[in-house]
């Protein structure tokens, strides 16, 4: 398979809100789905998470904290990072 030269991925991180930890993120995996853009990460994340707000250049590609699951999704660039996380589509209808 052959990827454009940056292609980006989801990274999902979880809010811990024990121990004396809150708001501290730790990295869960990744999404195993490759995106050509940005953007195009960004309307696959509002696709399935239509609660949530959109993913922007202005939130520093990252999204909130979701109130039901407690996930942060973070667009990373790909670097042949492992990606085992299954896709939403495995498990979520588009909302």
């Avoid at 250049?57 to 942060?72: G, I, L, M, N, Y």
Wanted: charged residues 20%; hydrophobic residues 30%.
């Amino acid at each position: 398979m052959i990827f454009p030269m940056t292609s980006y991925i989801l990274e999902v991180q979880t809010t811990l809100i024990s121990h004396g930890l809150n708001g501290h993120k730790e990295h869960l995996g990744y999404i195993n789905k490759i995106f050509e853009t940005r953007r195009e990460a960004s309307y696959y994340y509002k696709l399935y998470n239509s609660h949530m707000s959109e993913i922007t250049a202005e939130s520093r590609w990252c999204s909130e904290c979701d109130p039901q699951t407690k996930f942060v999704y973070v667009i990373r660039e790909y670097t042949g990072e492992l990606l085992k996380i299954p896709q939403f589509e495995n498990y979520l209808t588009v909302n």
